[in-house]
């Protein structure tokens, strides 16, 4: 029996794009729990390629060559369990289980000690870049056992978007590494998508610009940022309803939806003991966004439509300082949670790796990619991005621009978040001088919590009253 490559379970559409993907190079066999979607993936994509269908996951695996490399495509959290489960009495020791799913980076820790006590290898893997990316390539974030991934490396590049510089994968590193490295991914995606929106949202009430003039602004911007992101939101402006010839931007309801990266990025970041406000406030953003309705209330009781008056020629280019800073504070911030996790972890990221692995295939891919490499090429140990000189005098002239806008946004009642919390991430971290020392005495205060003294070492406690 013709035994194949690789294994892949789960058809969702990212499962059977990135089959897809993997065949054009590799022999690879698929397997999905509801037979008939396997069927329907057979008969209206599969033409030529070198992949078997398995409608049973015994003759799937048997199917594989040994040791067998098992691609799981699932949706994070149980599921993953099951089919793991399922599939352990099938494996033999050695075999290689590979989660590309966004699986929480616990999870992964949890599932790759269970499974070495079986001399089953585990390999924590992110994936990113939609449903195009899986099907074109994506950029691949792997972490887990490194002699598993020297078996499935060539794959993994075949698989992967490229650029000049090589494919977009890297073995990242031990345990749960690439999970995290995705998270972390996630997390500055949700930071940038909110100061997009934010962006929009002063252009629209603020400037009173139509979504066909913004999408050629975010275009125009384009040129300079190099952006997905931005390239998306210009898409997006541009986009009529094919039901009512309107702008389809105008028909969606304000209500975002989250499954659970971005979140996990704030939740890990405040266990760590590491402050990431603009990545924040892109998952609070989404919390208020959800209580539309609570909302509409509140609305009719403050209704107040006072609006900045502001010149459109004098705003638009210090949005777009506001969309260059709080961008590089994004990434700023998520590359201090890695610097961080990866102490805590152990997980020794190269940081200018993950860099280059996200500069093509993935949802943050930008220009700004290129200088976090260089100023990373130039200091290893960097510990925050707004000191590398790549960065620095920008992001120093945009923040004197930015407080325009930050003024404006309230005086019309906008909230502006993300961008606001850039900004403050910005000025705290050059701040030599911060309140603390208030806290400090407040706490000594109403608890005898002690504190310290600039005069003095030592700890100290003060009788108040
Ligand atoms: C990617 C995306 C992808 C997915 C996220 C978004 O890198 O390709 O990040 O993984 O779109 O899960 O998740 P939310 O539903 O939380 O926005």
Redesign the pocket.
């Known amino acids: 029996m013709k035994k194949y490559e690789i294994g892949l379970i789960g058809l969702s559409v ?1 499962g059977q794009n990135l089959a897809l993907n993997i065949a054009r190079n590799h022999s690879i066999a698929v397997y999905n729990r509801t037979e008939s979607k396997t069927r329907a993936f057979m008969k209206d994509k599969v033409k030529n390629q070198d992949l078997k269908a398995a409608y049973e996951l015994e003759d799937f695996v048997a199917s594989l060559e040994k040791p067998r490399k098992i691609m799981l495509m699932i949706k994070a959290g149980k599921p993953v369990d099951l089919v793991i489960d399922s599939l352990l009495p099938y494996l033999e020791a050695g075999d290689i289980i590979i989660d590309g799913g ?1 699986s929480h980076f616990d999870d992964t820790n949890r599932r790759l000690n269970n499974l070495k006590e079986k001399d089953i290898r585990y390999l924590g893997v ?5 449903e195009y ?2 099907l074109h390539g ?2 691949i974030m792997p972490g887990g056992n490194e002699e598993a991934y020297a078996e499935v490396s060539e794959i993994m590049e075949d698989a992967a978007a490229r650029t000049e510089k090589g494919a977009c994968v890297s073995y990242l590193g031990p345990n749960s590494a690439g999970h995290y490295v ?1 998270m972390v ?2 997390g500055i ?2 930071g940038i ?1 909110e100061v997009l929106a934010e962006i929009y949202d002063y252009m629209r009430k603020v400037l009173q610009l139509k979504p066909e003039e913004m999408g050629d602004i975010f275009a125009e911007w384009n040129q300079e940022f190099d952006s997905y992101l931005v390239e998306i939101t210009a898409k997006i402006m541009k986009k009529d309803d094919p039901k009512t010839g309107r702008k389809l931007i105008d028909l969606i309801l304000d209500k ?8 996990w990025s704030v939740q890990s970041a405040l266990d760590l003991g590491t402050a990431i406000p603009t990545i924040n406030a892109g998952v609070n953003a ?1 919390l208020m966004s959800a209580i539309k309705s609570e909302r509409v209330e509140n609305a009719a009781q403050f209704a107040d439509d006072t609006r900045a008056v502001v010149s459109k020629d004098e705003m638009l280019p210090v949005l777009k300082s506001a969309l260059y800073f709080a961008s590089v504070i994004a990434y700023t911030e998520g590359f201090k949670l890695l610097k961080t996790a990866s102490e805590e972890y152990n997980y020794q990221l190269n940081y200018k790796e993950i860099a280059r692995i996200w500069e093509d295939g ?3 891919r930008s220009g700004l990619l290129e200088p976090i490499q260089a100023a990373f090429a130039d200091d290893m140990q960097l510990k925050t991005l707004i000191t590398a000189h790549q960065f620095k005098a920008q992001l120093n002239a945009a923040a004197e621009e930015i407080e325009k806008i930050i003024t404006t946004a309230a005086q019309s009642g906008l909230p502006l978040t993300a961008v606001h919390s850039a900004l403050d991430y910005f000025n705290s971290l050059k701040s030599e001088e911060l309140p603390a020392n208030l806290i400090q005495a407040q706490r000594d205060f109403f608890g005898a919590h002690t504190y310290q003294r600039r005069d003095e070492d030592g700890i100290f406690h003060t009788e108040w009253e």
Do not use: Q, V
């Not at 992110?126 to 939609?130: D, R």
């Open positions: 990212m966004n992110g994936i990113s870049g939609g990316g899986a994506p950029s995705k991914h996630n995606e949700y998508m975002a939806k989250h499954k659970g990266t971005g979140k989404r993935c949802i943050i």
